[in-house]
């Protein structure tokens, strides 16, 4: 049992500094080819990496190996991989990976905030296994959610593209009814989309948009939360189970964080 418990830690260690020796390494890159973006996404790579180190000393919160290893896994795929070295548009399904382990992981850490207070002596009021699975759900569609409002935010008033754009061949809209009535009209099968800007009518930029029309976003923001709402679910129905007999499946267990008692 000690022995597993030490390669556990050794792995821990070994992933910990592996991704961080390569994260210092793509910042030196960087700071050579002058991108203060990617360089600031390497020292918040860094930073996030601390989360599990912060909680479990302020909180007192202990994150099983494999849940604390998928967590900074996550980060660095996020940030270093999909970021800096674009793997968000390299892979297509980069991203709606990510996302549903975000769903999964969020639900594993809203279901240990209840489980904790219901196992809890000095906590009187105890909740039934739905209710502490839908507690978790809930938990991780709200981060969720937030995250996209964050999206959003970041794009509409930093000019990013967060919520990544995608051409489309159908949009069905009330804006183009000529009599202004609330009936969506359809437009299939579209070629190119011709945008011009500028201040000056005379002397406008053009900016052709090949292969259909560009949604701004909403199909990503979406499938992102579809995602989530998957990952929530399928550990929603683990914890479920977890409660219910936590000898039969103690696979849950490597993903929900514990209270500990510090040693003295």
């Not at 809890?120 to 809930?138: D, H, R, T």
């Not at 959003?152 to 000529?178: C, G, H, N, W």
Request: hydrophobic share 50%.
């Amino acid at each position: 049992m000690k022995k597993k418990v030490m390669n556990k830690k050794k792995t821990k260690l070994t992933i910990y500094i592996v991704l961080r020796v390569i994260v210092v390494a793509t910042m030196i890159r960087e700071i050579f080819l002058q991108d203060w973006h990617s360089v600031f996404m390497c020292i918040l790579t860094l930073i996030l990496f601390l989360i599990p180190s912060i909680i479990k000393k302020r909180l007192m919160v202990q994150f099983p190996t494999l849940l604390e290893s998928i967590v900074v896994l996550f980060i660095f795929s996020a940030e270093i991989l999909g970021e800096i070295h674009n793997f968000y548009g390299l892979f297509p399904y980069w991203d709606t990976m990510l996302h549903t382990i975000n769903g999964f992981l969020c639900a594993a850490i809203g279901f240990s905030l209840i489980d904790i207070l219901n196992r809890s002596e000095e906590f009187y009021i105890k909740m039934s296994p739905i209710f502490v699975a839908l507690v978790a759900f809930c938990f991780s569609m709200t981060i969720g959610v937030l995250w996209e409002f964050f999206e959003f935010s970041a794009d509409r008033y930093l000019k990013t593209d967060m919520q990544k754009d995608r051409i489309v061949q159908v949009i069905s809209t009330v804006e183009l009814e000529p009599e202004g009535k609330n009936i969506p009209v359809v437009i299939r099968n579209i070629k190119y989309t011709e945008i011009y800007s500028g201040n000056d009518e005379n002397n406008l930029t053009k900016t052709v948009i090949k292969g259909g029309y560009l949604d701004i976003g909403i199909i990503d923001t979406m499938k992102d939360l579809i995602v989530n709402f998957i990952g929530a679910v399928v550990f929603s129905i683990f914890g479920l189970l977890y409660i219910k007999n936590r000898d039969k499946y103690k696979f849950a267990a490597k993903f929900i964080p514990i209270m500990y008692k510090e040693k003295t």
